[in-house]
């Protein structure tokens, strides 16, 4: 059964960092692509950064370059996302969502998705 579980989330003040964890069950891992995406109160879901599982090649969007990095451990099918220079605008909830093949960064594309977890930035 397709599953996937973010971990990681919680509070952290602006400037700090954070962990994310999507932990993938259910499917033959690197055929994937893992996307992370965020929505906030009252605002559209965003893209945030995915990975193709198969050759690790990524895509970061401009909010977060340089500041967020996706990896992937084929070993224990699970994609990470570290997150550093945290700001107020980063508050929001994270998903992750798998896709089957290389497949672009958009929502679109995705068509199983985690629970989420909640990221809040504040002091």
């Known amino acids: 059964q397709f599953h996937l579980v973010e971990s990681g989330g919680g509070s952290v003040q602006p400037g700090g960092s954070l962990t994310l964890s999507c932990a993938a069950s259910g499917f033959t891992f690197d055929h994937y692509t893992i996307g992370w995406f965020r929505q906030a109160p009252g605002r559209e879901r965003e893209r945030v950064s995915c990975?193709?599982?198969?050759?690790?090649?990524?895509y970061v969007a401009d909010s977060v370059k340089g500041r967020f990095t996706i990896s992937r451990d084929n070993a224990k099918t699970t994609v990470y996302m570290q997150m550093s220079s945290l700001e107020y605008w980063d508050t929001a909830v994270y998903y992750c969502a798998a896709a089957p093949g290389e497949a672009m960064c958009v929502a679109a594309s995705f068509d199983s998705w985690g629970q989420g977890t909640q990221v809040t930035v504040s002091t």
């Open positions: 990975i193709v599982l198969s050759d690790g090649s990524t």
